[in-house]
């Protein structure tokens, strides 16, 4: 078995057009698709798709080419609705169950923007997905660029997770987990492993992969039942003094570091 992890203190998208962008000679200005994402709309890939589906227009002109620039004084729209560049917030909740990771929820359940309404005058968006039934770490922002780059899986963003289980983790799973597994959607590879109680119900995990429920599925693979999901760590922010449903602003120093994380696609 490995050391114990200090757990106290611990999407694909459309794929790139391979045509190649009109070359923008007007000089200095902001790309568009870094402007929409300036403007709380969405993440970058999120607004070149908008701009080629002919929905976004700058000074009523309608707009398709990926490497446009908006100069000082453009007007943005998305359909008849002006984008306007806002202050960027940075919120850090730790999750309950029974809240949906979504900013809105048809079936009128509970979600997770019902915790931190009262966080910004701004829209936040959760940065990823914690399902239904699990806890713990999720970020919460309006800055898309930064959104963007925590959720793509080139950036390798750490997370580490607390699990506990309905029986004790058998010896050659364990090392079953460690060597790496195929799933349905493919292999997967975690970074560490450790036996958190003696019981050995409570397992400390810590991999890069954002994939879909991907913790869970590796012990159900195995033939386990996951009775509690809790995310201790992403991307370096823990949940030291932040207890469950309570939500708390990123220092500076905290924006900083997330900020140097991976690179921009852009």
Known sequence: ???????????????????????????????????????????????????AEGKIRVN??????????????DKVYLGKKLLQKEDYAYVLLNKPKDFITTTKDPGNRKTVMDLVKKAAD???????????????LLLMTNDGELADRLSHPSNNIRKIYKVELNQPLRQEDFEKIVRGLTLDDGPITIDDLALVEPDGKTIGVELHSG???????????LGYEVTRLD?????GLTKANLPRGKWRYLTDKEIGL?????????
């Open 122 to 136: 701004v829209r936040l968006y959760p940065v990823g997905r914690l399902d239904r039934n699990t806890t713990g």
């Open 258 to 266: 997330l900020k140097k994380k991976g690179k921009p696609r852009y």
């Open 231 to 235: 995310r201790v760590v992403y991307a």
């Open 211 to 221: 994939r879909n429920r991907i913790v869970r599925r590796i012990f159900e693979h």
């Open 1 to 51: 078995m490995r050391k114990k992890l200090d757990l106290k203190s611990y999407k694909k998208g459309p794929g790139k057009d391979k045509t190649p962008a009109k070359k923008d000679t007007r000089g200095p200005g902001i790309r568009l698709n870094r402007y929409i994402a300036h403007c709380g709309v969405c993440s970058r890939r999120e607004a070149d798709q908008l701009i």
């Open 60 to 73: 009523n002109k309608l707009i398709t080419e990926m490497g446009y620039k908006v100069m000082p004084g």
